[in-house]
């Protein structure tokens, strides 16, 4: 006769075992047990001398391999300073004496332009001189004169570390490219009729990009202070003043430091534009019999900006 195995609600209910709450153990019991088996090894005995002995020469040994590291590295780092300093050097030299011939060669052809026109207003009739005159300055190819305005915006001063003394930047603290566009554009909409950006004059196919660090006004360098000289009617001035990039830059010199002014100025000059390189298009030399429509590219002919022309426009903060 075999017995029958007790059943749940047979057995005894002090014989159950309950596993421990979490909270009530670790109020019971809040010390790691690591920590009560160190105590109890050094309740036992002290560490070996052997192994006290041993383990001194192994920590000075890692010492020395980090500090040896942290030589080689920073010694490494000192040998090529002064290589990355020359390139440097060079590089710089090498960019301004560009620019300087560059500036030679923009006053060579700055004369030799005047020179042609005078040949030119003496060969045309004075209707047509006057003519041809205005058509130039309204596109930029001819010197203007006249009252104005101009805006002056400038980075903000960068701080700098109390420790190595250089400057860091702590926000959006320097003028981009697109400020230089939008001010542009706000000033061709409030009736400008010639504009210039560090005295670079502002045309139709004009560009004002950002390569690297650096802003380019028709692929020349320009660096704060920058100025935006506009010659316009009287009542410009108030109406960039409304404008939302005037507003924008209000915000911007209020908040991130950037320094921002406009004034009107009597007897503004504004120099010529470069010549434009332009092409033209037209008609295939032999077009083929199936072909369908003219063939003719997708480019056209830039036509005189008059006092509304669109500088170019894009990028934003």
Avoid: C, H
């Avoid at 075999?2 to 809040?30: C, I, K, Q, W």
């Avoid at 009617?233 to 960039?240: A, K």
């Amino acid at each position: 006769m075999t017995a029958t195995p007790p059943r749940d609600g047979d057995r005894d209910p002090s014989a159950r075992v309950y596993a421990p709450d979490f909270l009530t153990e670790l109020f019971r019991n809040p010390l790691d047990p690591g920590y009560g088996d160190a105590a109890a090894r050094r309740a036992v005995g002290p560490v070996s001398r052997v192994r006290a002995v041993l383990g001194r020469p192994v920590s000075l040994v890692v010492l020395l391999v980090i500090g040896f590291l942290f030589a080689v590295a920073y010694r490494e780092t000192m040998a090529e300073e002064p290589s990355r300093a020359t390139a440097r050097a060079g590089l710089i030299a090498e960019i301004k004496k560009r620019e300087a011939e560059t500036d030679r060669l923009t006053e060579r052809a700055e004369r030799l332009r005047e020179e042609v026109g005078r040949q030119r207003d003496a060969a045309l009739s004075g209707s047509q001189a006057s003519r041809l005159r205005n058509l130039e300055a309204g596109t930029g190819l001819g010197r203007v004169r006249g009252d104005g305005v101009v805006v002056r915006l400038t980075d903000a001063p960068q701080a700098k570390d109390a420790v190595t003394g250089e400057e860091t930047e702590t926000g959006p603290q320097r003028v981009l490219y697109s400020d230089l566009q939008k001010v542009a554009n706000a000033l061709w909409s409030a009736g400008a009729e010639a504009v210039a950006i560090n005295g670079q004059r502002l045309t139709a196919t004009t560009t004002i990009r950002q390569a690297g660090e650096a802003i380019l006004v028709d692929y020349r360098p320009v660096t704060s202070p920058y100025e935006v000289q506009a010659i316009g009617p009287g009542s410009m001035r108030d109406r960039f003043d409304d404008s939302r990039a005037a507003e924008l830059m209000r915000y911007l010199a209020r908040t991130a430091g950037l320094s921002f002014a406009v004034k009107e100025v009597d007897d503004l000059t504004l120099s010529a534009a470069p010549e434009p390189q332009l092409r033209y298009a037209g008609p295939p030399a032999s077009p083929s019999p199936g072909a369908s429509g003219s063939g003719v590219a997708g480019s056209s002919s830039p036509g005189p900006s008059g006092s509304g022309s669109p500088s170019p426009s894009g990028g934003g903060r």
